[in-house]
Antibody
Framework: EVHLVVSGGGLVKPGGSLRLSCAAS????????MNWVRQAPGKGLEWVSF????????QYTDSVKGRFTISRDDAKNSVSLQMNSLRAEDTAVYYC?????????WGQGTLVTVSS | DIHMTQSPSTLSASVGDRVTITCRAS??????LAWYQQTPGKAPKLLIY???NLGSGVPSRFRGSGSQTEYTLTISSLQPDDFGTYYC?????????FGQGTNVET
């Protein structure tokens, strides 16, 4: 069974940094691309970042380019999102999700709150 | 960016009803369209991928169709577990984009 367990959320001041981690199990992690998707409180879904199998293709939504960095460690079956220069509008639940047939499995999400 | 527009935004329905949700893309997405269901406090769940393919374990009452810029999700007979918010999403080009959501309520 596929499991994606996200950690690292919390409260951070504007301009601060936070690192999210996602531990994957139940599937051959190195063979799959991974995503981060976020959802602001009471709002819809917003795709944030993508990393391919082998890390050869990395993509970001425009609003996080230059501030967020996605990476993966296939030896540890994990994907991370380093978030710098955080803004109030980055406040959201962040989901780690696998890319198979579309975004086929989602983790439970972690809340990131950017506030002074 | 490709803009995805869902209609309606809210849909009132009863158990047993046939439900149809429409998703329109601002340009041709070549059937790279997925549908997700989200219930309060939970992560989204994949229902349909590549326009018309059922996700793992998804009941056959869910059906997806469409082409180019117009796509539809149909639930043939609404069940109690089907209430929640539905999102379409294009994954033809980056940035991947979602519709604003359709809330299916009683």
């Amino acid at each position: 069974e596929v499991h994606l367990v996200v950690s690292g959320g919390g409260l951070v001041k504007p301009g601060g940094s936070l690192r999210l981690s996602c531990a994957a199990s139940g599937f051959p992690f190195s063979g799959y691309a991974m995503n981060w998707v976020r959802q602001a409180p009471g709002k819809g879904l917003e795709w944030v970042s993508f990393i391919s199998s082998g890390s050869s293709d990395i993509q970001y939504t425009d609003s996080v380019k230059g501030r967020f960095t996605i990476s993966r460690d296939d030896a540890k079956n994990s994907v991370s999102l380093q978030m710098n220069s955080l803004r109030a509008e980055d406040t959201a639940v962040y989901y780690c999700a696998r890319v198979g047939s579309a975004i086929d499995y989602w983790g439970q999400g972690t809340l990131v709150t950017v506030s002074s | 960016d490709i803009h995805m527009t869902q209609s309606p935004s809210t849909l009132s329905a009863s158990v047993g009803d046939r439900v149809t949700i429409t998703c329109r893309a601002s340009q041709n997405i070549h059937t790279w369209l997925a549908w997700y269901q989200q219930t309060p406090g939970k992560a989204p769940k994949l229902l349909i991928y590549a326009t018309s393919n059922l996700g793992s374990g998804v009941p056959s009452r869910f059906r997806g169709s469409g082409s180019q810029t117009e796509y539809t999700l149909t639930i043939s007979s609404l069940q109690p577990d089907d209430f929640g918010t539905y999102y379409c999403q294009q994954y033809n080009v980056y940035p991947w984009t979602f519709g604003q959501g359709t809330n299916v309520e009683t």
